[in-house]
């Protein structure tokens, strides 16, 4: 299995058996428990409020590199080969360098009067369809009781 990474997405790979404890026996707990279990980052006064301006914050970056974003840390969750983070790091940064959106976050980032910053365009096909292809993977492979492997920029089923 040299070169390839597995990752299982599961519960068991993302909460400690003392926090899956507090989930499946369906105790309820409040905000600072779920703080302190690790299942929340962080509380709020007005927890709606908060949500809604997070995603407004997150729906007024550029939508290219939002799912750029998305794309790397859902990839190298699991990868503790530093080097092939890098490389997909990369390839992302070059896909993104020299399009419309990275223009639009430029003008922004430099300070550009709002009447003079483009908007951003729709966000590309090309990810739309990457993300795609990544959730009916997982899909597939939950259903089947297998796992998902993430490589760079393909995804498949994998590790028997």
């Keep these: 299995m040299t070169g390839r990474t597995c990752c299982?997405?599961?519960?068991?790979?993302?909460?400690?058996?003392r926090r899956l404890a507090a989930l499946c026996f369906r105790r309820i707990f409040d905000g600072e428990e779920a703080l302190r279990l690790g299942l929340v980052t962080r509380l709020a006064e007005?927890?709606?409020?908060?949500?809604?301006?997070?995603a407004s914050e997150i729906a007024a970056r550029s939508p290219d590199s939002t799912a750029a974003v998305k794309r790397l840390?859902?990839?190298?969750?699991?990868?503790?080969?530093?080097?092939?983070?890098?490389?997909?790091?990369t390839a992302l940064q070059r896909r993104l360098l020299g399009?419309?959106?990275?223009?639009?976050?430029?003008?922004?980032?430099?300070?550009?009067?709002?009447?003079?910053?483009?908007?951003?365009?729709?966000?590309?096909?090309?990810?739309?369809?990457?993300?795609?292809a990544e959730a009916e993977a997982e899909v597939r492979a939950m259903l089947d009781?297998?796992?998902?492997?993430?490589?760079?920029?393909?995804?498949s089923e994998a590790c028997a």
């Design 145 to 155: 009781g297998g796992e998902v492997e993430v490589r760079g920029d393909e995804v």
């Design 73 to 89: 840390l859902d990839a190298t969750y699991c990868e503790a080969d530093d080097r092939r983070k890098l490389h997909l790091e």
């Design 99 to 132: 399009g419309w959106n990275q223009l639009a976050s430029a003008a922004r980032g430099l300070g550009a009067p709002p009447l003079l910053q483009p908007s951003f365009a729709a966000r590309s096909d090309e990810w739309l369809a990457e993300a795609d």
């Design 46 to 54: 007005e927890p709606l409020a908060e949500a809604r301006r997070l």
């Design 8 to 17: 299982r997405r599961g519960a068991a790979d993302i909460f400690s058996p």
